[in-house]
């Protein structure tokens, strides 16, 4: 295990992963300070890069790009009152209250430090949790598999819309992405499935175009219309004052740092909260870790604590987001859907075998998440006065670049013009999913999961034939699938006959 | 505590989605389901064969299409007047996204004739003469420098874009 976790490091520092790191590093840096554009955009955008890369450079880039993100985005969230990103948004109360008052710098010193010790809080829990999962995952066979994608879907439906008629919304779109990715060969004979007698349609839907379709059309369909630059006032005064006593800050309420990296952590474990509630819940920590009621009423007016809270907790979600990805297969959010994409374009397959075999790139995954922290942070603090003005690229002038990187992106995957359009289909598809409020997660996590789904249904049933459904660990799983899906329904009658007693 | 309930914009808003969403799965399941039946079935030693799990798939859906139907009967009086109609949209930001789609159109088409890099940086001149318009000489810079790095940038990473008229 140390041997692997050596390696691991080794494999990051090799020059060319490390070139594609700080690459990645570079662009989630300039990705988080813009507010029109997502990290989940950008993941999708960047994908159809990693084809000719190796699995440790493809995921240094993409995961050096991801968890950069959240740290930038706490910036523009202190310095403008905009959210750089969808993660930084409980960052505003307290850290644009301080930019206000003058303190931008000791605001931004918190937001920073604290997102450095959440980052390495989530790359910790990382490192410990392989080998405590290791024998869990090892046991498992086919039919468990199953089941705990089954779970994962389960829970990314219920959890990713409000309400009873939320859950089946979700549960409809990972119904539609599983039934997508049915289309194409099916897995034991090859029988042509759904092809509708198109050559376009035997090898299955590519992942890369539909993706990009889902992912980035809908935000650049609000970028041209909405503009997305930036019209919120810059505080005053140089920057890198006050940097310091920020850092102080973490250390003065470290064990409250301390804790909103370990909340953030357990969001990411769990599939389908995702890091904006992750923020949420930590700002309300750190908002209860008031004594009095004078220290109470002072949260949102530029209380220290309400920066290091929803800083820490935005980092430390991805290292915990990993655990399930990669040992599971069962991404919890659709960066993370995104990323597990990544495995299948690098020739991986989440599981066991990231457990065994690829035991040292898994390593490689918690270096990337330190390294690139590590070096954002120090950026950050030796550029300080200068980040302001990286905020300033308007997003018209992105615009054009993005459309660009869009049609690249869906174009190379097989040079076929069938992905350009499948592209722009989805990408309506998308489109409209934004518009109506139907979860776009699920539906992308039955797409990645679909063939895996069908696989491991197919081994359980040739091997045990039905008795499949009687081993322990799938009961419980199975359990734990109907608990999740009773949950909303039995609420939604519930409030329903109270207010029906109101009425 | 009123006896009539008057729901919100914001609920009648989701009822029409839950509606358009409901039919939509009707219809995706059901042409599923009939295209499942196309599927040859081969007479070899596959205990689920195919269709299998495709079946299981389209039932499960409609399953679930009919437990959100059951939901949205249950809170029918919530949605008893007319739905919301969704916001006017600006008329000027469709024409702009027209304009970019057919663009974008004439771009997928001559790009392989002209090559990415002359096809990128006109496609990207127009754009940015458009939305980031009178400062010409950014304008140029950045369409010409992008599409040229960008280049060589996928031809580091083995991503082949089309040649076109240039020689390299």
Same mark, same amino acid.
């Given at each position: 295990?140390?041997?692997?976790?050596?390696?691991?490091?080794?494999?990051?520092?090799?020059?060319?992963?490390? @070139? *594609?790191?700080?690459?990645?590093? /570079?662009? &989630?840096?300039?990705?988080? !300070?813009?507010?029109? $554009?997502? %990290?989940?955009?950008?993941?999708?955008?960047?994908?159809?890069?990693?084809?000719?890369?190796?699995?440790?450079?493809?995921?240094?880039?993409?995961?050096?790009?991801?968890?950069?993100?959240?740290?930038?985005?706490?910036?523009?969230?202190?310095?403008?009152?905009?959210?750089?990103?969808?993660?930084?948004?409980?960052?505003?109360?307290?850290?644009?209250?301080?930019?206000?008052?003058?303190?931008?710098?000791?605001?931004?010193?918190?937001?920073?430090?604290?997102?450095?010790?959440?980052?390495?809080?989530?790359?910790?829990?990382?490192?410990?949790?392989?080998?405590?999962?290791?024998?869990?995952?090892?046991?498992?066979?086919?039919?468990?598999?199953?089941?705990?994608?089954?779970?994962?879907? @389960? *829970?990314?439906?219920?959890?990713? /819309?409000? &309400?009873?008629?939320?859950? !089946?919304?979700?549960? $409809?779109? %990972?119904?539609?992405?599983?039934?997508?990715?049915?289309?194409?060969?099916?897995?034991?004979?090859?029988?042509?499935?759904?092809?509708?007698?198109?050559?376009?349609?035997?090898?299955?839907?590519?992942?890369?175009?539909?993706?990009?379709?889902?992912?980035?059309?809908?935000?650049?369909?609000?970028?041209?219309?909405?503009?997305?630059?930036?019209?919120?006032?810059?505080?005053?005064?140089?920057?890198?004052?006050?940097?310091?006593?920020?850092?102080?800050?973490?250390?003065?309420?470290?064990?409250?740092?301390?804790?909103?990296?370990?909340?953030?952590?357990?969001?990411?474990?769990?599939?389908?909260?995702?890091?904006?509630?992750?923020?949420?819940?930590?700002?309300?920590?750190?908002?209860?870790?008031?004594?009095?009621?004078?220290?109470?009423? &002072?949260?949102?007016?530029?209380?220290?604590?309400?920066?290091? %809270?929803?800083?820490?907790?935005?980092?430390?979600?991805?290292?915990?987001?990993?655990?399930?990805?990669?040992?599971?297969?069962?991404?919890?959010?659709?960066?993370?859907?995104?990323?597990?994409?990544?495995?299948?374009?690098?020739?991986?397959?989440?599981?066991?075998?990231?457990?065994?075999?690829?035991?040292?790139?898994?390593?490689?995954?918690?270096?990337?998440?330190?390294?690139?922290?590590?070096?954002?942070?120090?950026?950050?603090?030796?550029?300080?006065?200068?980040?302001?003005?990286?905020?300033?690229?308007?997003?018209?002038?992105?615009?054009?670049?993005?459309?660009?990187?869009?049609?690249?992106?869906?174009?190379?995957?097989?040079?076929?013009?069938?992905?350009?359009?499948?592209?722009?289909?989805?990408?309506?598809?998308?489109?409209?999913?934004?518009?109506?409020?139907?979860?776009?997660?699920?539906?992308?996590?039955?797409?990645?999961?679909?063939?895996?789904?069908?696989?491991?249904?197919?081994?359980?049933?040739?091997?045990?034939?039905?008795?499949?459904?009687?081993?322990?660990?799938?009961?419980?799983?199975?359990?734990?699938?109907?608990?999740?899906?009773?949950?909303?329904?039995?609420?939604?009658?519930?409030?329903?006959?109270?207010?029906?007693?109101?009425? | 505590?009123?006896?009539?309930?008057?729901?919100?914009?914001?609920?009648?808003?989701?009822?029409?989605?839950?509606?358009?969403?409901?039919?939509?799965?009707?219809?995706?399941?059901?042409?599923?389901?009939?295209?499942?039946?196309?599927?040859?079935?081969?007479?070899?030693?596959?205990?689920?064969?195919?269709?299998?799990?495709?079946?299981?798939?389209?039932?499960?859906?409609?399953?679930?299409?009919?437990?959100?139907?059951?939901?949205?009967?249950?809170?029918?009086?919530?949605?008893?007047?007319?739905?919301?109609?969704?916001?006017?949209?600006?008329?000027?930001?469709?024409?702009?996204?027209?304009?970019?789609?057919?663009?974008?159109?004439?771009?997928?088409?001559?790009?392989?004739?002209?090559?990415?890099?002359?096809?990128?940086?006109?496609?990207?001149?127009?754009?940015?003469?458009?939305?980031?318009?009178?400062?010409?000489?950014?304008?140029?810079?950045?369409?010409?420098?992008?599409?040229?790095?960008?280049?060589?940038?996928?031809?580091?990473?083995?991503?082949?874009?089309?040649?076109?008229?240039?020689?390299?």
């Amino acid at each position: 295990m140390i041997d692997a976790l050596l390696e691991g490091l080794l494999l990051v520092l090799q020059w060319k992963a490390f @070139a *594609f790191m700080l690459l990645g590093i /570079a662009l &989630g840096f300039w990705v988080g !300070l813009l507010p029109g $554009l997502g %990290g989940v955009t950008t993941l999708a955008l960047m994908l159809p890069f990693i084809y000719a890369m190796s699995p440790v450079e493809g995921f240094a880039f993409l995961l050096g790009m991801h968890s950069v993100v959240a740290t930038t985005g706490d910036i523009t969230s202190v310095l403008f009152g905009i959210p750089g990103e969808g993660t930084t948004a409980a960052t505003i109360l307290d850290g644009h209250a301080m930019a206000k008052k003058g303190q931008a710098g000791r605001a931004l010193g918190a937001a920073l430090a604290s997102s450095l010790v959440g980052a390495l809080v989530g790359a910790l829990a990382l490192a410990l949790a392989i080998p405590v999962v290791r024998p869990l995952v090892l046991a498992f066979g086919s039919p468990e598999l199953f089941m705990i994608a089954i779970v994962g879907i @389960a *829970f990314i439906a219920s959890l990713s /819309a409000q &309400g009873a008629r939320g859950m !089946l919304r979700g549960f $409809l779109a %990972g119904g539609l992405g599983l039934m997508v990715a049915t289309i194409g060969q099916d897995p034991q004979a090859g029988v042509a499935r759904y092809t509708f007698d198109s050559l376009y349609l035997w090898s299955g839907l590519d992942l890369v175009p539909v993706l990009i379709g889902i992912f980035a059309i809908p935000e650049i369909v609000d970028l041209i219309v909405r503009g997305g630059s930036i019209a919120g006032e810059m505080p005053g005064g140089r920057l890198n004052q006050g940097a310091l006593e920020g850092v102080k800050d973490t250390f003065r309420h470290f064990w409250l740092t301390i804790r909103c990296s370990l909340i953030g952590t357990f969001i990411g474990i769990m599939p389908g909260l995702g890091g904006a509630v992750a923020q949420w819940l930590a700002y309300g920590h750190a908002v209860q870790s008031a004594r009095t009621v004078e220290e109470r009423e &002072g949260f949102g007016k530029g209380d220290v604590r309400g920066v290091l %809270g929803p800083g820490a907790a935005n980092n430390s979600k991805e290292g915990g987001a990993l655990i399930p990805t990669v040992a599971f297969g069962v991404p919890g959010s659709s960066s993370m859907a995104i990323l597990l994409g990544g495995f299948f374009l690098l020739g991986l397959v989440p599981g066991p075998d990231m457990l065994t075999t690829h035991l040292a790139v898994t390593f490689s995954m918690v270096w990337t998440i330190v390294l690139s922290n590590v070096i954002t942070v120090v950026a950050c603090f030796l550029f300080l006065n200068h980040l302001a003005r990286l905020t300033v690229v308007r997003g018209h002038f992105l615009v054009p670049v993005i459309l660009v990187l869009v049609f690249i992106g869906s174009y190379t995957a097989n040079n076929h013009y069938g992905d350009v359009v499948l592209m722009l289909f989805f990408g309506v598809v998308g489109y409209l999913m934004v518009a109506g409020g139907w979860p776009r997660a699920p539906f992308v996590l039955g797409l990645v999961l679909g063939k895996i789904v069908e696989n491991n249904l197919y081994i359980s049933v040739a091997r045990y034939e039905f008795a499949w459904l009687t081993r322990p660990i799938v009961l419980v799983l199975l359990a734990l699938a109907v608990a999740v899906i009773l949950y909303p329904l039995i609420q939604a009658r519930r409030s329903r006959s109270r207010s029906n007693a109101h009425a | 505590m009123g006896v009539c309930y008057h729901p919100s914009p914001e609920e009648k808003r989701t009822m029409m989605t839950d509606r358009v969403i409901f039919v939509c799965t009707i219809v995706v399941a059901a042409v599923y389901l009939y295209a499942t039946t196309l599927i040859p079935t081969l007479e070899i030693g596959d205990p689920l064969g195919p269709k299998a799990f495709p079946r299981l798939l389209g039932f499960c859906l409609l399953l679930a299409a009919a437990m959100l139907f059951v939901e949205m009967w249950k809170d029918r009086q919530t949605a008893a007047a007319a739905p919301a109609p969704s916001g006017p949209r600006d008329v000027r930001h469709l024409w702009i996204l027209a304009g970019v789609v057919v663009w974008s159109g004439l771009f997928y088409a001559v790009l392989e004739r002209l090559g990415y890099v002359v096809a990128s940086a006109i496609y990207l001149l127009a754009l940015m003469a458009w939305f980031n318009r009178g400062k010409w000489r950014a304008n140029v810079v950045t369409a010409v420098l992008f599409s040229v790095s960008s280049y060589a940038l996928f031809a580091k990473l083995e991503v082949n874009l089309p040649k076109g008229i240039l020689p390299f």
